[in-house]
T-cell receptor, first 112, second 112 residues
Framework: DAKTTQPNSMESNEEEPVHLPCNHS???????IHWYRQLPSQGPEYVIH???SNVNNRMASLAIAEDRKSSTLILHRATLRDAAVYYC?????????????FGSGTQLTVLP | NAGVTQTPKFRVLKTGQSMTLLCAQD?????MYWYRQDPGMGLRLIHY???????AKGEVPDGYNVSRLKKQNFLLGLESAAPSQTSVYFC???????????FGDGTRLSIL
C-alpha cells in the first residue's frame, strides 16, 4: 500500500471546524482513502472513506484533491470528545485480506 | 449488539508463560484480524483470517499462533511470552475485505 504523511499533532478550539490534512503523493488509481480515529484507551473507529469525490457522513466530511495526492478530513464543529489520534490510510483492492496499514497519525487536541 | 469483544482486558505474564487471547464478534463477519500497538505507534497486523478455518500471517507474526475454529471467534496464542510482546492487542472484523473494520477495545498485556 502507498504511504501517507500526516502532521504529528494539531490543536483546535471547541466548537470550531478542524481540517486534518493527509498527503499521499504515490496513491494509485484504485486506492481508497480511509480515515479512522482512536480515542484514548479504545480501539480505532472508522470515520469515513472515499475514492475521488468529496464525501459526507454524520461524523465528518472528506475533501479529496482533484489529483488525489492529498485529502482533508473535516470535523465541522469540534467537541472535546473528538480529541483522538486520526489515521489516514490508503486501501487498495489488491489482495484478499485488505488489511489496514496504520502510520503514526495526527494527535488532535481540542481546547475548551 | 456487542460488536467485537476481547477477553481478557488486562493480563500480566511472566517470561516463558503461555496464554490465549479471545476475540468474539456477533456481526457474522467473514474477516478477522489481530493487531498489536506499541506506545506512540500505529497498529501492526499480526495474523488474519478470511473465513472459518483459515488463517494467514501478517506483518509481525513471529511468536504468535492463531486459530479460527468457529466463524465468530478468533484466538491469538502466545507460545512462550517474551518482554518484547508487551503491547496492546486489538482484534478487528469486517464482512468483506474492502469494508470498514470494527475494532474491539483491546487487551493490555504486560510481560515481566
Amino acid at each position: 500500500d502507498a504511504k501517507t504523511t500526516q502532521p504529528n499533532s494539531m490543536e483546535s478550539n471547541e466548537e470550531e471546524p478542524v481540517h486534518l490534512p493527509c498527503n499521499h503523493s504515490t496513491i494509485s488509481g484504485t486506492d481508497y482513502i480511509h480515515w479512522y480515529r482512536q480515542l484514548p484507551s479504545q480501539g480505532p473507529e472508522y470515520v469515513i472513506h472515499g475514492l475521488t469525490s468529496n464525501v459526507n457522513n454524520r461524523m465528518a466530511s472528506l475533501a479529496i484533491a482533484e489529483d488525489r495526492k492529498s485529502s482533508t478530513l473535516i470535523l465541522h464543529r469540534a467537541t472535546l470528545r473528538d480529541a483522538a489520534v486520526y489515521y489516514c490510510i490508503l486501501r487498495g483492492y489488491s489482495g484478499s485480506a485488505r488489511q489496514l496499514t496504520f502510520g503514526s497519525g495526527t494527535q488532535l487536541t481540542v481546547l475548551p | 449488539n456487542a460488536g467485537v469483544t476481547q477477553t481478557p482486558k488486562f493480563r500480566v505474564l511472566k517470561t516463558g508463560q503461555s496464554m490465549t487471547l479471545l476475540c468474539a464478534q456477533d456481526m457474522n463477519h467473514e474477516y478477522m484480524y489481530w493487531y498489536r500497538q506499541d506506545p506512540g505507534m500505529g497498529l501492526r497486523l499480526i495474523h488474519y483470517s478470511v473465513g472459518e478455518g483459515t488463517t494467514a500471517k501478517g506483518e509481525v507474526p513471529d511468536g504468535y499462533n492463531v486459530s479460527r475454529l468457529k466463524k465468530q471467534n478468533f484466538l491469538l496464542g502466545l507460545e512462550s511470552a517474551a518482554p518484547s510482546q508487551t503491547s496492546v492487542y486489538f482484534c478487528a472484523s469486517t464482512r468483506q475485505g474492502y469494508q470498514p473494520q470494527h475494532f474491539g477495545d483491546g487487551t493490555r498485556l504486560s510481560i515481566l
